[in-house]
Nanobody, 118 residues
Framework: QVQLVESGGGLVQPGGSLRLSCVAA????????LGWYRQAPGEQRELVAT???????TYADSVKGRFTISRDNAKHTVVLQMNSLEPGDTAVYYC????????????WGQGTQVTVSS
């Protein structure tokens, strides 16, 4: 079992920045790929960014150049730095842990709201 706890959401104006953090705890958490997904009202949950234990990253096209994902393996944390935020980034953001050898083993945080509005 892996537990994920997010923090850092909130309300920001267009063009602003927010930093989301997620702390992972549990069995063998250090081997998991960590990442962020988001879900806007009426939409499906979508990938935002992921990072492997070795530091390999994947980003959604819509956030490339604006968002940066990083992780601290010693502290079992993953951070999403979001810059140049747009109203279209408004969603609930979920921290995710994925087992490196099984697509069926996934864990989710409780979600944190990000609202971009003037």
């Amino acid at each position: 079992q892996v537990q994920l706890v997010e923090s850092g959401g909130g309300l920001v104006q267009p063009g602003g920045s927010l930093r989301l953090s997620c702390v992972a705890a549990g069995s063998h958490v250090s081997i998991y790929a960590l990442g962020w997904y988001r879900q806007a009202p009426g939409e499906q949950r979508e990938l935002v960014a992921t990072i492997t234990v070795g530091g390999g990253t994947t980003y959604a096209d819509s956030v490339k150049g604006r968002f940066t994902i990083s992780r601290d393996n010693a502290k079992h944390t993953v951070v999403l730095q979001m810059n140049s935020l747009e109203p279209g980034d408004t969603a609930v953001y979920y921290c995710h842990a994925g087992h490196p050898y099984s697509d069926r083993i996934n864990y989710w945080g409780q979600g944190t709201q990000v609202t971009v509005s003037s």
